[in-house]
């Protein structure tokens, strides 16, 4: 793979087999434009050159919460699920019947309670598949955050924190809610229900915990339910 045009200082990492997707590292911030794309088959020599339109790649957002509604608000958009979040104090969820965030998607991006918790939090899952304060994780970052409140309830796969989370990187996580549900859940855990690592994934785990009554009828476990 050779790059060109607005993208010769970078590197190709992949070209997606039967697809567009070229996947590219060290990127800045700033502007790319008239880049080129030229893969070489080594055993025909052939080869082939695609253009890629124009893109900006921007830092990330870094938004400030200190209200349940802010924090409600998440599951607005999936555009925001990329975001970096910080917590500027104890958020109280009394009388708020959570929706559970990144529902539509999973949360990528990167959340820091900054030493804060979210109390009073209760969330009924209906009978939906993933239930928690986030339905899913993928290669995200959770720190320094206390859960607590009454009930995650009445999902399949759940978790005070999230309902499956793949790649993800926890720091001082803990919680303290009940976690139960009244239909064959498949993954109850305190914290997570079900977690998944690819195997190439370097991810860590560090001073987590979970507190609370946690009830199902299979794969059921304090911290997680199963892998």
Not at 8 to 35: F, H
Not at 68 to 88: E, G
């Given at each position: 793979?050779?790059?060109g045009?607005?993208?010769?200082?970078?590197?190709?990492?992949?070209?997606?087999?039967?697809?567009?997707?070229?996947?590219?590292?060290?990127?800045?911030?700033?502007?790319?434009?008239?880049?080129?794309?030229?893969?070489?088959?080594?055993?025909?020599?052939?080869?082939?050159?695609?253009?890629?339109?124009?893109?900006?790649?921007?830092p990330p957002?870094?938004r400030?919460?200190?209200?349940?509604?802010?924090?409600?608000?998440?599951?607005?958009?999936?555009?925001y699920?990329?975001?970096?979040?910080?917590?500027?104090?104890?958020?109280?969820?009394?009388?708020?019947?959570?929706?559970?965030?990144?529902?539509?998607?999973?949360f990528?991006?990167?959340?820091?309670?900054?030493?804060?918790?979210?109390?009073?939090?209760?969330?009924?899952?209906?009978?939906?598949?993933?239930?928690?304060?986030?339905?899913?994780?993928?290669?995200?970052t959770?720190?320094?955050?206390?859960?607590?409140?009454?009930?995650?309830?009445?999902?399949?796969?759940?978790?005070?924190?999230?309902?499956?989370?793949?790649?993800?990187?926890?720091?001082?996580?803990?919680?303290?809610?009940?976690?139960?549900?009244?239909?064959?859940?498949?993954?109850?855990?305190?914290?997570?229900?079900r977690?998944?690592?690819?195997?190439?994934?370097?991810?860590?785990?560090?001073?987590?915990?979970?507190e609370?009554?946690?009830?199902?009828?299979r794969?059921?476990?304090?911290l997680?339910?199963?892998?």
């Amino acid at each position: 793979l050779v790059l060109g045009g607005g993208c010769s200082n970078l590197d190709a990492l992949s070209v997606g087999v039967g697809t567009s997707t070229v996947s590219m590292a060290r990127l800045t911030d700033g502007t790319y434009a008239s880049c080129t794309v030229t893969a070489t088959d080594p055993d025909t020599a052939l080869s082939t050159t695609i253009m890629i339109p124009s893109f900006t790649v921007a830092p990330p957002v870094t938004r400030h919460l200190s209200s349940c509604a802010q924090l409600q608000a998440l599951s607005a958009t999936s555009s925001y699920y990329a975001d970096t979040y910080v917590l500027d104090g104890d958020i109280d969820c009394t009388g708020v019947s959570f929706v559970p965030l990144a529902w539509s998607e999973p949360f990528i991006g990167d959340f820091d309670g900054d030493g804060h918790e979210i109390s009073n939090l209760a969330i009924d899952g209906y009978g939906e598949f993933l239930v928690g304060l986030f339905e899913s994780i993928k290669d995200g970052t959770i720190s320094n955050l206390h859960i607590s409140g009454t009930t995650v309830e009445d999902g399949y796969y759940m978790g005070s924190l999230a309902g499956s989370a793949q790649n993800v990187t926890l720091t001082n996580v803990t919680s303290d809610i009940d976690v139960s549900t009244i239909f064959t859940g498949q993954y109850i855990g305190g914290l997570i229900g079900r977690v998944a690592f690819d195997q190439s994934a370097t991810k860590t785990w560090t001073n987590v915990g979970a507190e609370g009554s946690h009830m199902g009828r299979r794969n059921v476990g304090g911290l997680i339910g199963g892998l």
